[in-house]
């Protein structure tokens, strides 16, 4: 008993000394709370059939800022990943009849083994070769689907998958929670040991190998990783789409999660998350202008992206919230002193 | 057959050479990977295709009123939206992206998505070995050869093609020389378009024209800039044979080939890359790859 009201009173000890003296960490939990609460106050079919989407693009946006932000490994054909992951769970669900439940992970696995295909002849590789390798392996995949049609449905994809859940609540619980669940560990693992290898492999990869890092490892590690969280996306999206279809692997897919990830601020998972769920109801709200939509689209990005080239978030981060000069420990904006060390913050 | 196939390659190559080497020597000068230059090979397309069926001129008028007002497009896209956010590499990235989304969006409210279609220059063809070969597939094959060699001329005899080269290989230093860096980007940025815009006129006539003709010679292009070495203009102007030839081979000789033509030209690329990973005339850097 008492070590159950131990634990309770450390929470909001935690609660009170860490989350809420921070504008950004109060962000993060009330966007957290407002997901989970969301389905008391409506059940407009509508709207949670964006959050859905969203939450399944923003678990994707995510895996790109693991692999390109953090060891930037730019890669310009992430949707090869999303393209397995759907397409592989797709054909397990029809031709072998898994359930969701068990297509889903084994999709990724295939999308794990893609990463692996493509990391080692991209090892060799940096930066814009890189990129520019990369924006081939989606097309590729793509040139294969439509060659053997009698497999993976050709032009049409391959339709009629099983339903994640009967209700489109319980649909939406299970996408909320495997986006939170599953962003929240990339987050921890960037902030990880292996997380410090990525930054450093992206800083001076040279100097990471000359400390006795084996890089080649940890590069392939990135991609499996990466592959591993967008191919879960993928099969999300293939049965919640109940299809699984070429556009899954097109151009325009790789260039959005660039555009998502860049928009709300690389390396930092976080940024991109928070950018799907700006930028993807915005591009629904812009319905109304259907001839317009994405030229809206496309301006607000130039326009956003003129202002505050590091990204949306990080700017906003940098607004609300100050470094302490001395001990390099964040503090709300409004504050005069250090919370920690008291030192002036000017 | 085989002539068929020589035809089409060297067509698809040169389109993808120009291209190509518009894309490749922007990157090396001003390190802009623009992936709307070939948005504004589409625009150049509408642009010829407005005045030679809306306005009823000479297609000659056509690209002589074209290129110059996609370079000029070309260059106040590049002050407005470029420029100001060149240091954040990401940034320019998603900024030309952008742009080529928002160029592919306003052609397809102007003109709506029909696939529309330029008379040719000269109409009519003759016969080599019993393979029809088009007057204008003989004039848009010699334009290129001929522009390629004005752009080597200039490249290799200026002054202004030794300040575009040093700066493509140290910028800092080309700097400290006394170069106008800014400027030389600017002037490299107005070459570059201006060859997309080139490419337009030259290859409309052979192809359909809609708002999404831009997607797969982007594609193709970044291949054979990748393939032939980023920054060698040698390189590209082989690679984009190499690729046009598999992309030509692969569309006769293979049945369901349309569908696999960008893969098998893709594959060939990354086996390329997988025994020179520099490309094939590239040079390796220790910083850059």
Same mark, same amino acid.
């Given at each position: 008993m008492n070590l159950i009201r131990y634990y309770i009173r450390k929470f909001f000890t935690i609660i009170k000394t860490e989350v809420f003296v921070l504008p950004s960490r109060m962000i993060v939990l009330l966007f957290f709370l407002t997901l989970l609460a969301l389905p008391l106050i409506t059940n407009d079919p509508y709207l949670l059939r964006i959050l859905i989407l969203a939450s399944i693009f923003a678990i994707f946006a995510a895996s790109w800022d693991l692999l390109s932000g953090f060891t930037g490994q730019m890669n310009f054909g992430h949707a090869l990943f999303f393209g397995v992951g759907a397409y592989s769970a797709a054909m397990l669900n029809q031709h %072998?009849? &898994?359930p969701p439940w068990g297509s889903i992970p084994l999709g990724a696995l295939g999308a794990v083994l893609a990463g692996l295909i493509v990391g080692i002849p991209c090892l060799r590789l940096r930066g814009t070769y890189l990129a520019l390798t990369t924006l081939a392996f989606p097309i590729i995949l793509m040139g294969i689907v439509f060659a053997i049609p009698n497999i993976t449905g050709g032009e049409l994809g391959i339709s009629g998958l099983d339903r994640l859940a009967r209700s489109r609540v319980v649909n939406y619980y299970i996408a909320v929670l495997v986006m939170l669940v599953l962003c929240t560990i990339m987050w921890k693992i960037t902030d990880s040991n292996i997380g410090i290898i990525f930054h450093a492999i992206r800083e001076d990869e040279v100097a990471v190998r000359a400390s006795g890092i084996n890089t080649t490892r940890y590069k392939l590690l990135a991609f499996c990783l990466s592959g591993f969280f967008a191919g879960i996306a993928g099969g999300l999206y293939a049965h919640f789409m109940r299809i699984a279809d070429p556009s899954t692997l097109e151009v325009s897919m790789s260039f959005q999660v660039v555009i998502w990830s860049v928009f709300g601020g %690389? %390396?930092? &998972?976080w940024g991109p998350v928070g950018a799907v769920f700006i930028l993807f109801p915005l591009l629904e709200f812009f319905r109304f202008l259907p001839e317009f939509r994405m030229l809206l689209f496309a301006i607000v990005i130039i326009l956003i992206l003129l202002f505050m080239p590091q990204g949306l978030l990080p700017w906003i981060r940098d607004k609300i919230e100050n470094e302490c000069p001395r001990c390099k420990i964040r503090n709300v904006a409004t504050r005069k002193s250090c919370r920690i060390c008291a030192t002036s913050m000017h | 057959m085989i002539l068929d196939i020589i035809i089409t390659s060297l067509i698809n190559g040169s389109t993808y050479a120009l291209l190509a080497i518009g894309f490749s020597l922007i990157f090396g000068v001003?390190? +802009?990977?623009? +992936?709307a230059h070939t948005a504004f090979f589409m625009v150049a397309s509408y642009c010829i295709y407005m005045i030679t069926r809306?306005?009823?001129?000479h297609p000659i008028v056509g690209m002589l009123v074209a290129i110059p007002l996609i370079t000029l497009l070309g260059l106040i896209c590049y002050k407005l939206f470029i420029d100001p956010i060149r240091e954040h590499e990401a940034a320019v990235l998603i900024s030309t992206i952008a742009l080529a989304i928002a160029f592919q969006e306003i052609m397809l409210l102007i003109f709506t998505g029909d696939y529309l279609s330029v008379p040719a220059l000269i109409q009519g063809y003759f016969t080599v070995f019993g393979a029809k070969v088009f007057y204008q597939q003989l004039i848009t094959f010699i334009a290129a050869l001929v522009i390629l060699g004005a752009l080597r001329l200039l490249l290799m005899q200026t002054k202004l093609g030794l300040a575009i080269r040093s700066t493509a290989q140290d910028r800092e230093v080309a700097n400290l020389m006394g170069m106008n860096e800014s400027r030389v980007a600017m002037i490299t940025m107005g070459i570059s378009v201006a060859l997309a815009g080139f490419t337009g006129a030259v290859v409309v006539p052979l192809t359909t024209v809609n708002p999404f003709m831009w997607l797969h010679p982007l594609i193709m292009m970044m291949a054979v800039v990748v393939l032939g070495g980023l920054g060698s203009i040698k390189g590209s102007f082989f690679a984009a044979y190499i690729l046009g030839f598999a992309e030509a081979a692969v569309v006769f000789l293979i049945p369901m080939g349309a569908f696999l033509k960008g893969s098998v030209a893709l594959s060939v690329m990354i086996l390329v890359l997988l025994i020179r990973p520099e490309g094939l005339f590239g040079v390796a850097f220790e910083e850059e790859r």
């Open positions: %072998v009849h &898994i %690389v %390396v930092t &998972i | 001003a390190r +802009i990977v623009n +992936i809306k306005l009823g001129y």
